[in-house]
């Protein structure tokens, strides 16, 4: 019997923080060991290109960061593939046929894409392929057949995109080729979108409030202490709000249920008044680095070997692209444009 397919996948434009671990790494992992599945993840190098065109460099560099967070986190190349987005020709190929079934005001509506065009700053430069991006993803996705696309809150209309393709390739086409995925969603509200250090409403590489997996205790430390907690919490003895604190909501999304004793009472306090920052935050640090040691710890070993960690991805694109190579040629045939075979 077949397994059920999952894809999920990361741009190569920075390291990753604790938004990607609590919205979707943790997950990850969680399905890995499952033992369900065919899982593939892959790291959107074409997508990053959309908006960092001219940082190639760069892009590279953060494809060997992002797959030693993957591998400090736990995920195994032993039961997952892990690939590389442009080194798979069919993927590009199949982004054409689907922005044939797509209109440019539907691209243009997509609320994600609507908000980063106007974080990006792009002004009245906005690149197409910038736009056409959630299409790539389509062809991401269903290139693999994927049933299951765990991602954050910010990827619900992708998904949705994604399958809106997918009814149209196959009734304009009148076959059953391609698949119609479902996204996977962290269970609150906060999970799918861990708000940054600063308060903005997402934690996020290009923003830059953000606490990397890979950064030392010293960094997270001065990030902890620089949050963004209740502006109008000035002395200590001042009641205090935890409502958009963000060492409140951090502690109860890294707190264990072991914890959540404290964390009660500790908001308790706070709001009468008589707990400072520095007390609250010294705490998050705490249970924040129970959670980071172990991976930066792992990250450290497998650093020792980059050249492991590419020959990695490069095995790993090889088996993707085999897959993809099949799906295309599905899709070709059902569009009747596969003129030599
Ligand atoms: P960029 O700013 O370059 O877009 P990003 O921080 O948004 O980077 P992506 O690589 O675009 O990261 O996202 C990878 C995955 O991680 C997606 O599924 C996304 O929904 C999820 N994700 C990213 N940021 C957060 C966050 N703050 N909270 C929860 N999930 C997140
Ligand atoms: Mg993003």
């Not at 070993?301 to 090889?318: H, P």
């Amino acid at each position: 019997m077949t397994k059920p397919v999952i894809l999920t996948g990361d741009r190569p434009t920075g390291k990753l923080h604790l938004g990607h671990y609590i919205g979707s790494l943790k997950n990850r992992i969680l399905l890995q060991n499952e033992n369900k599945y065919d899982m593939f993840v892959f790291l959107a190098d074409q997508q990053a290109l959309t908006d960092h065109a001219k940082e190639s460099q760069s892009i590279y560099e953060s494809i060997g960061n992002v797959a030693l967070d993957y591998l400090s986190v736990g995920l195994d190349p032993e039961q997952v593939t892990i690939f590389i987005q442009s080194q798979i020709p069919e993927l590009a190929e199949l982004t054409m046929y689907y922005m044939n079934l797509v209109s440019v005001a539907r691209l243009e509506r997509n609320p994600t894409v609507k908000t980063e065009i106007g974080q990006k700053g792009f002004g009245e430069s906005i690149p197409s392929g910038f736009l056409v991006y959630p299409v790539s993803q389509a062809a991401d996705i269903t290139a693999f057949k994927a049933n299951l696309v765990p991602v954050g809150n910010d990827q619900k209309p992708m998904i949705e995109q994604t399958r809106e393709i997918v009814r149209s390739f196959n009734y304009t086409y009148q076959t059953d080729v391609l698949v119609e995925p479902e996204g996977l969603f962290p269970k609150t509200e906060t999970e799918g979108r861990l708000p940054g250090l600063d308060g903005n409403a997402k934690m996020s590489k290009s923003l830059g409030n953000g606490i990397y997996l890979s950064d030392d205790v010293d960094t997270v430390q001065k990030k902890v202490m620089s949050m963004y907690t209740d502006p109008n919490h000035i002395r200590v003895e001042d009641p205090g709000k935890i409502e958009g604190n963000m060492v409140f909501t951090y502690l109860d999304v890294f707190g264990r249920e072991e914890d959540q004793v404290t964390i009660a009472e500790m908001k308790e306090h706070y709001q009468r008044g008589g707990l400072g920052d520095v007390k609250t935050k010294r705490y998050l640090l705490e249970i924040l680095e129970r959670e980071l040691v172990p991976i930066r710890k792992r990250r450290l070993e497998f650093a020792k070997d980059m050249g492991e960690v590419y020959n990695m991805l490069a095995k790993g694109s090889d088996k993707a692209r085999n897959v993809a190579a099949q799906t295309l040629d599905e899709v070709k045939t059902a569009m009747g444009i596969n003129y030599f075979k």
